[in-house]
């Protein structure tokens, strides 16, 4: 008996008709003879109607009293769906984040996951049941306080679930059919994987793309929990998140490709996908701006310096790039960051000018940044070469460039990167045969 | 320092409005010296909307996610108050009723409170903070399964945590301004009380009167709890329930009453309020119906059947009246209960009618119960005589008859029960000076 964990996000379950459909979806993967533990989000714009009366009432919300009140959202939704699947005559039982042994940080509003105990789901599934979680919601240890995972929190609850429980696979259930080579609304012709290493979907899902959220991806890939991410909406298979160098996730992901084969009429489209592609695909980023550190002097330091600034204000930093030094024995520092953090990390900056001896700061928000990801580009040195010729060739000009082993990211002014993601996708051979049908949402 | 209990209905926390207003008088409770624990229940419709959407999923919804789903509401509600009161500038926490450690049996829906351990209050209370507790919710220890108390569970909660933490008083917060003799939209010149004995207001509610649940008020009888039944939309003091053979609860009484006494220009008037009154109210319940089991064999063992059948199916019984036997060896048994057993009382005795030997069953749902209450009564021996005398003079026809030894109940038909109490009402002077200002409600 397989033990499959599914997750549902909040537009599967907006209504009552969405938590029935999803119902029978569940029920459906129980009557194959899987052990099913599902977690699932608030109802559609729950959350966002809670937050927006906790600000109503109170302009800075206390973050324990927000977790309590955020947290009614999924208790809504998951009891909701376990009676759904009850009224259809299988057994079903609600959890709570707490109940569910979810054991977190006290840091409310992000909390970090430091155990999962699912004592009582074992023992639910047990007794034959399927077990409903409430996404997104944990619970501390110390202050016996209620606490949240913050933004993709019940991606990351269903990938915990699934290694605490040992699951065979974990279903993300979306409105895409699975992980494109590039977002389909601005590349019809983008190709859905059918595979893709979770090293890979790592730099996908943090240099932007949206299906998967980053910090899910990294606890699957820390405790080998092969995902499945797949629409909702059909029966379509959709694309493995795997660990090449796990043998049962690499056997789980040939089965998926087999299945995909047989599926589809002519076997031979597929025949070669086990093959490691050189690009697993691009993602874009419009979310950050650029800060540039003007006149830094040239000295040991001061890059080190910066970063200690900017880290105390809270912003999270992305690329760093550190342009030549000129003859002047001054040089300028940039690197981007979420827009949101843009103007904590300025003011802290500016606080500390003559500390520091830089002559000015420069703010651009303005910039898009771009991803190539593909473990093939390991050995593949012209790879870096065909993407910089790619641009050239659209006109389009780069302002920062940042590479890793699997990745290469250009950032280039904001209304030129949808140009840019068609003229690498069209270089790198990425476009499928139909135009893809569904387009990507924002998981929640 | 005094420890009061203050708990707010639905209709006091409809919106972000009015959960900033009863913050705000939470506060200023907190403010002149005392501890503060609030009951609260969830926001206006939320509870009736939450089942709504309960049946649209399932048609029978599973007990146990029902409950799950409807302690949600509270969550919500006492998070946003307790928010709104952290940004006022006064700590506060808000606590589940697990948290709270409102600990019951395992019925879902209707629990039975079997334990009551609030150490995270007392803690919280003994580190300055205004404590807000869920309403209507708690938990049981063996299934480790979250439950519900039904119907007037928000005032339970708050009685029972009055008890628990031993409080001085427990503040009952409600759209009208304290117990009145007789609901004051039928009868607009009923007259406030100031203080009632918990004996005397256990036969009110039991009889139809809507502010305080029955469960609620027995609760605080066996335990001792002193309740203040007032107004959330102004400051009057409201009427004390109490145990007039306890000293404490007799001395906080006595204190209320004098305090009311010297906010009245008029000192007079309320003299001699600690005199017991002949009466304190009258109450009426439309919800009830009569069954009456026709031609029963009238041997001994009969009414013991018949009970026994109707207990099993699950029916509450209020009134019984057996019907003078007739010559003919037969006998009439009449009874009433809640129009919502009615069906399934008389499934329970149709099935059974041949090992009971009765000729047919009779129902009647148009009836209408009004109860006469006053401590007063057991001394005053021509008071059925004046009740009766007063529906006789008004052409009304009086069907049942029941008593104890505070109160009398009489059934009439359902149209003429306004008419009953407002002849009974002015029959024994329960007129007040003023009309009611504030429409009775139903409490939540």
């Known amino acids: 008996m397989s033990l499959i964990v599914q997750k549902f996000g909040g537009s599967s379950v907006a209504d009552a ?3 029935k459909r999803v119902a029978k979806r569940i029920v459906e993967t129980r009557k194959a003879g899987n052990e099913v533990v599902v977690a699932v989000s608030a109802m559609g714009d729950t959350t966002d109607e809670l937050l927006d009366l906790a600000h109503e009432v109170a302009p800075i919300p206390a973050p324990r009293e927000l977790d309590m009140l955020m947290s009614a959202g ?4 998951m009891a909701l769906l376990a009676m759904a699947i009850e009224s259809m005559g299988h057994t079903a039982r609600s959890f709570t984040g ?3 042994g979810m054991i977190t940080d006290a840091q409310h509003g992000a909390a970090r996951i430091v155990d999962v105990t699912p004592v009582r789901l074992r023992e639910a599934l047990d007794e034959g049941a399927i077990v409903i979680v409430a996404g997104f919601q944990g619970f501390n240890r110390d202050t016996k306080d209620i606490t949240t995972l913050g933004r993709g929190g019940s991606d990351t609850t269903a990938v915990a679930l699934a290694a605490a429980l040992d699951a065979d696979v974990c279903e993300i259930y979306t409105d895409v059919d699975g992980i494109f ?5 601005v590349v019809p012709k983008a190709k859905k994987l059918d595979v893709i290493s979770s090293e890979e979907m790592l730099e996908l899902a943090a240099n932007g793309a949206k299906v998967l959220y980053i910090r899910a991806v990294e ?3 820390r405790h080998g929990v092969t995902l ?3 629409s909702s909406f059909n029966n379509n298979l959709g694309t493995i998140v795997y660990d090449p160098e796990n043998p049962a996730a690499a056997a789980f992901a040939a089965a998926h490709l087999k299945s995909i084969r047989s599926a589809s009429a002519q076997g031979t489209e597929s025949e070669s996908a086990m093959e490691e592609p050189m690009i697993a695909g691009v993602a874009t980023d419009l979310s950050e701006a650029k800060i540039t550190v003007v ?4 000295v040991p330091g001061k890059a080190a310096q910066i970063f200690t600034i900017v880290a105390k204000s809270g912003a999270n930093i992305d690329m760093i790039v550190q342009n030549v030094s000129s003859s002047t024995g001054l040089t300028d520092i940039s690197f981007t960051l979420p827009k949101s953090d843009g103007q ?5 900056l500016r606080a500390e000018q003559e500390a520091v001896a830089f002559k000015s700061l420069a703010y651009d928000d303005q910039i898009g940044k771009l991803a190539l990801v593909g473990a093939g580009m390991r050995t593949n040195a012209g790879v870096s070469a065909k993407l910089f010729t790619a641009l050239y060739e659209s006109g389009i000009n780069i302002e920062m460039i940042s590479t890793s082993e699997i990745r290469i990211s250009v950032v280039t002014r904001a209304d030129t990167i949808n140009d840019a993601v068609r003229a690498i996708h069209t270089a790198f051979g990425l476009d499928g045969d139909a135009d893809a049908v569904v387009h990507a949402g924002t998981g929640r």
Do not use: F, K, N, W
């Open 17 to 19: 008709e969405s938590i």
């Open 74 to 77: 999924e208790r809504i939704s």
């Open 98 to 100: 707490s109940q569910a």
């Open 181 to 185: 080579t590039m977002d389909p609304r």
């Open 219 to 221: 606890y699957a890939r």
């Open 228 to 230: 499945h991410v797949r």
């Open 295 to 298: 006149g830094v002097p040239d």
């Open 344 to 348: 904590a990390a300025l003011t802290a």
